[in-house]
């Protein structure tokens, strides 16, 4: 069974200009869930989809979207690039929304604007 | 802000002897907790977790246990292999939803 999959691995923008980053959840799994990790702020919750609607949005600027397809697949979308916004991107899915089932995370995006 | 932290930034452990990281929490509407562990280049992966209304939970070779009196978390794992070194988060999960929020990790070094 595939885990899930984040594409690209490595991005390299620069300032000002916006990038879209994908990601395919496991087989079968409903929820997809995006963070961004940072050495001087951690792992930071983004926002979670299930079945294709934005259940929770964390504390970022509305320059970060997402959305979610009827295959489970998301993308998420960072427009108006800014240094600040090098980062790991983290892409996890779970089978259901709730708080007790596991969450699978990707290898990650790693973002580099400069 | 955050509601879960981590006491040490980095802990050596001899090979073959036990690891014990630990964390603190504030917010007592927490459903599960859960300990991540994230190598070099990879993402957070499960370790193991435990629902707020339990105390102790064992896997394979790892144990975690949490004291809801005093809002503290603890992953100790047994016989610590090199293959252990790694940063590792521990996180919580509330309000029925999917939303992780993550301390700021330990780095944990197996010492040969």
């Known amino acids: 069974k595939a885990g899930v999959t984040q594409t690209p691995r490595y991005l390299i923008k620069t300032r000002g200009q916006q990038v879209t980053l994908s990601c395919s959840p496991i087989?079968?799994?409903?929820?997809v869930s995006w963070y961004q990790q940072t050495p001087g702020q951690g792992l930071q919750f983004l926002f979670e989809?299930?079945?294709?609607?934005?259940?929770n949005k964390g504390n970022f600027p509305g320059r970060f979207s997402g959305r979610q397809f009827s295959n489970s697949r998301s993308e998420m979308n960072v427009s108006t690039l800014e240094l600040g916004d090098s980062a790991l991107y983290l892409c996890?899915?779970?089978?259901?929304?709730?708080?007790?089932?596991?969450?699978?995370f990707g290898q990650g995006t790693r973002l580099t604007v400069v | 802000g955050e509601s879960v932290g981590l006491h040490l930034p980095t802990l050596s452990v001899q090979e073959g002897d036990n690891s014990i990281i630990n964390c603190a929490y504030s917010?007592?509407?927490?459903?599960?907790f859960i300990w991540y562990k994230q190598e070099s280049g990879k993402g957070p992966q499960f370790i193991i977790d435990?629902?707020?209304?339990?105390d102790k939970r064992q896997g394979q070779r790892v144990t975690v246990l949490l004291n809801k009196t005093v809002k503290h978390l603890s992953l100790q794992i047994a016989a610590t292999q090199p293959g252990d070194s790694a940063v590792y988060f521990c996180?919580?999960?509330?309000?029925?939803?999917?939303?992780?929020?993550f301390g700021t990790g330990t780095k944990l070094q197996v010492i040969p």
């Open positions: 996180a919580e999960k509330r309000g029925g939803y999917q939303k992780v929020t």
């Open positions: 996890a899915s779970s089978l259901a929304g709730g708080s007790n089932t596991e969450a699978f």
């Open positions: 989809y299930f079945s294709e609607t934005q259940r």
């Open positions: 917010n007592s509407a927490s459903d599960y």
């Open positions: 087989s079968g799994h409903r929820s």
């Open positions: 435990i629902r707020s209304n339990m």
